[in-house]
């Protein structure tokens, strides 16, 4: 089967729109001191902090050494602390701290701006439904990882 035009290729589309949109959000919390990246994991932590390194690269779905390096210098921002989880203080979790809290409310609005702006003239239906759909296309290139390459 012959690949059709680039602007019907799906992956294509994906990255477009998405590049897109963190090019134009990354330069609009440059000045706050923040990287999209950033913003990735105070997101995360602002809907579940406490979270161990390895949950937060699946959900900012950011590679764990670049994760790490990433941690170090929001640590040394003070916008993050690691501590050790009792009982099992081997086990390190992230957590958010009053200037990562402050850093987060003053991104927030921006955030959903771009959500806004991204979404115009989709009712809520179809902006949910296209939702759904990217968390599915997400699941199913998740599970490729799984399978043998053809």
């Given at each position: ?106 991104i927030l609005p921006k955030a959903e ?28 290139m998740d599970a490729l990882k799984n399978l043998p390459a053809e």
């Open positions: 089967m012959a690949m059709g035009p680039l602007d019907a290729y799906l992956p294509y589309l994906l990255n477009r729109a998405g590049a897109r949109i963190a090019t134009a959000f990354a330069a609009e919390v440059r000045p706050l001191g923040a990287t999209l990246q950033m913003w990735r994991v105070l997101a995360a932590l602002r809907d579940h902090d406490g979270q161990r390194m390895g949950d937060l690269s699946g959900t900012t779905s950011i590679e764990v050494s670049t994760l790490t390096r990433l941690v170090d210098g929001m640590e040394a921002k003070g916008l993050v602390a690691r501590r050790r989880a009792a009982p099992d203080t081997r086990v390190v979790t992230l957590q958010v701290t009053p200037a990562g809290r402050r850093l987060t409310r003053r701006r771009y959500e806004r702006v991204a979404l115009k003239g989709f009712d809520a239906r179809d902006a949910e439904a296209l939702k759904t759909a990217l968390r599915r296309l997400y699941a199913n």
